[in-house]
């Protein structure tokens, strides 16, 4: 089966301008999560949807961060203004049911530099 | 909250011998701790996970164990290869919310040929 997709791989943007990324999770899979990953550390999840709906934002900097993942398949992410702190690694992953402890599976990622 | 420590933060090993990663967890309803590869500028992989009903789980070098009542979890890998190096991730489920997972701080594992 297709894995998850993102884009675009990498993006350079100066701080205080805004950018956004792309996933389309695995066909079928009902629960799509948004995670940030700092050099040198674990995943840190940002927001996770079930279909449509937000089951869990409660580590996504909502005065910059957004979120959405319109007719419950692909999702955008987006931040307005940039920090330099936002520089990481933004991973998609997605997982097949709505809740119980389901494998996910990750996209490659999409690497933002902040200068 | 769930909250998950990992150690140790870079380890070495001869090829062919094995390694172990420790992980301890704080919330006793945990239930799923699977274990992610990540190489270098790639995406984090599955190799094993464990669900609480079980304490150990094998697939060819790789295992995972659990002890519930010390709330910890390891990974081993025997005879190891070069191309075993990578980060090693392990996470558990936080029961509190909507089935999120929650990611130690990674292992960076080296093998020497």
């Known amino acids: 089966e297709a894995g998850v997709a993102q884009s675009p791989r990498y993006k350079i943007i100066e701080k205080r301008q805004s950018v956004a990324f792309w996933c389309n999770p695995i066909?079928?899979?009902?629960?799509l999560y948004w995670y940030q990953q700092i050099l040198g550390q674990g995943p840190k999840l940002l927001i996770q949807?079930?279909?449509?709906?937000?089951?869990?934002d409660s580590q996504l900097p909502k005065d910059r961060f957004s979120a959405e993942r319109l007719k419950g398949v692909d999702s955008t992410l987006k931040i307005q203004p940039a920090k330099l702190e936002d520089s990481a690694v933004y991973l998609c992953a997605s997982s097949p049911l709505a809740g119980g402890p389901e494998t996910q599976y990750f996209g490659p990622g999409t690497r933002l530099l902040v200068l | 909250g769930e909250n998950v420590e990992q150690h140790p933060s870079t380890l070495s090993v001869q090829e062919g011998d094995s390694a172990v990663i420790k992980c301890t967890y704080s919330?006793?309803?945990?239930?799923?701790f699977p274990w992610y590869k990540q190489e270098l500028g790639k995406r984090p992989q599955l190799i094993i996970d464990?669900?609480?009903?079980?304490g150990e789980k094998k697939d060819q070098r790789i295992a995972v164990t659990l002890n519930k009542t010390a709330k910890h979890f390891s990974l081993h890998i025997t005879e190891t290869q070069p191309e075993d190096s990578a980060v090693y991730f392990c996470a558990a489920l936080d029961s509190d919310s909507s089935y999120k997972l929650i990611f130690g701080s990674g292992t960076r594992l080296l093998v020497r040929p």
């Open positions: 066909s079928g899979h009902a629960t």
């Open positions: 464990i669900r609480s009903n079980v």
């Open positions: 919330d006793s309803a945990s239930n799923y």
């Open positions: 949807f079930q279909n449509n709906g937000v089951v869990d």
